[in-house]
């Protein structure tokens, strides 16, 4: 299997290789990008829900807050 891959390699011309790399390099940095979306999409939302609590509810009632 890995013999046949490495012939497949080796047959490849510059910019096919070329492609294939940056196909590569693509696709882990849209993997990163899509980790840290994922892991940050909870903060914002939170953070988004304080806001909103803060504007609407707290400085209407400043009773709420003593």
Not at 1 to 21: A, C, P, V
Not at 38 to 50: E, H, M, Q, R, S
């Amino acid at each position: 299997m890995i013999s046949k891959l490495t012939g497949y390699w080796q047959e490849l011309r510059g910019d096919n290789k070329l492609l294939i790399k940056q196909i590569g390099i693509a696709s882990i940095v849209l993997y990163v990008a899509f980790q840290l979306v994922g892991f940050l999409i909870p903060f914002v939302i939170t953070g988004y829900a304080c806001y909103w609590v803060y504007k609407n509810v707290l400085i209407e009632n400043p009773r709420v807050m003593k």
